[in-house]
Nanobody
Framework: QVRLVESGGGSVQAGESLTLSCQAS????????MAWFRQVPGKEREPVAS???????SHANSVKDRFAIFLDNAKNTLYLHMASLRPEDSAMYYC???????????????????????WGQGTQVMVSS
């Protein structure tokens, strides 16, 4: 059984940093594609960053140069380092997994959420100005 557990969210001031973690069990990151999404109430869940089985990375334009997705395969943990946080980054952040395949931010937006089979429970990020 695949389980994804996020952690690392919290409340910070604008300009500060946070690193989110997503611990996986029941699956190894080398066999799947992974991504971070975020959602605010009343809006659709949007992709933030993704990593494919071949370790290719993709980041949404809104977070490029501020956020970085990376894997620690030894720990089977996915991370999202978020720097220079802004109030508009406030959201519930989710990690998700799907069968390996193309998962750039653009392709995720085209395909929607359906291919993403496994989801964590989310971790809340609040950024105050």
């Amino acid at each position: 059984q695949v389980r994804l557990v996020e952690s690392g969210g919290g409340s910070v001031q604008a300009g500060e940093s946070l690193t989110l973690s997503c611990q996986a069990s029941g699956v190894t990151y080398s066999s799947i594609s992974m991504a971070w999404f975020r959602q605010v109430p009343g809006k659709e869940r949007e992709p933030v960053a993704s990593v494919d089985r071949d370790d290719s990375l993709s980041h949404a334009n809104s977070v490029k140069d501020r956020f970085a997705i990376f894997l620690d395969n030894a720990k089977n943990t996915l991370y999202l380092h978020m720097a220079s946080l802004r109030p508009e980054d406030s959201a519930m952040y989710y990690c998700a997994a799907k069968a390996p395949g193309r998962c750039t931010i653009a392709s995720i937006r085209r395909a929607g959420l359906t291919p993403w089979t496994y989801w964590g429970q989310g971790t809340q990020v609040m950024v105050s100005s």
